[in-house]
Structure formats: structure tokens, C-alpha cells
């Protein structure tokens, strides 16, 4: 079992940069590969980065590729998605999971623990 605790989010304007945390407890962090998602309402919970378990591979969704980074400190057991340059259409809910099973995991269903999530609204 692990834990997942997200933190970071909050109401800002168009063009700013935020930073998220997720911070894990329970089992060893370093063994999970890690991914962040989002969801809007109304939509489907959407993909955006996900980073293998020692940090040397990290893949990204063409929407935010370029403008989020995903980032890890396995010795604060804690995950980062740096968000720079953001859009009314980055307002959502922002998920962190971790995942078991593969080296990179870009689908929701390849994770197996989720946080529950952190509200980011940016206004025009």
C-alpha cells in the first residue's frame, strides 16, 4: 500500500507558473513509477506526465508537453509537476498515482494507487 497526498493547487491567472506535490507514504516510494492526470468537469480524467521510478525517463501528453515538467525527490518519497505558462483550459482537478507495474504508465488503468486530488483554476 502507499498513500498519496497531493498539494500545490489553488486559483491563479492566466500565464503564471504553479508547482504540485505529491507526497507518498506506506510502501517504498523509489519502487513506483509515477504519473500525473487531471480531470475537468465534464470530462474524462486526462494523462498529462508520468516518470519511471528512479527518475531517468519521463514521458508527457502533447497537450502540456513543453509546458509541465515532472520531477521526482525519492528521498522526500515526493513527486512534482511544474506547470509554467498556464491557460484557462489547465482548470481541473489534478490527480497523482503510482503505479506498480510498468517503467512508464500512460493510461489510467496501469495505476494502482491514486491521491485525491488537488483544484487548480486558472482565470483569464
Known amino acids: 500500500q502507499v498513500q498519496l497526498v497531493e498539494s500545490g493547487g489553488g486559483l491563479v491567472q492566466a500565464g503564471v507558473s504553479l508547482r504540485l506535490s505529491c507526497a507518498a507514504s506506506?510502501?517504498?516510494?523509489?519502487?513506483?513509477?509515477m504519473g500525473w492526470f487531471r480531470q475537468a468537469p465534464g470530462k474524462e480524467r486526462e494523462f498529462l506526465a508520468t516518470?519511471?521510478?528512479?527518475?531517468?525517463?519521463?514521458d508527457y501528453a502533447d497537450s502540456v508537453k513543453g509546458r509541465f515538467t515532472i520531477s521526482r525527490d525519492n528521498a522526500k518519497n515526493t513527486m512534482y509537476l511544474q506547470m509554467n505558462s498556464l491557460k484557462p483550459e489547465d482548470t481541473a482537478v489534478y490527480y497523482c498515482?503510482?503505479?506498480?507495474?510498468?517503467?512508464?504508465?500512460?493510461?489510467?488503468?496501469?495505476?494502482?494507487?491514486w491521491g485525491q486530488g488537488t483544484q487548480v483554476t486558472v482565470s483569464s
Open positions: 506506506g510502501r517504498t516510494f523509489s519502487t513506483f513509477t
Open positions: 498515482a503510482a503505479s506498480t507495474g510498468v517503467v512508464l504508465a500512460t493510461t489510467h488503468y496501469e495505476y494502482d494507487y
Open positions: 516518470i519511471s521510478w528512479s527518475g531517468d525517463s519521463t
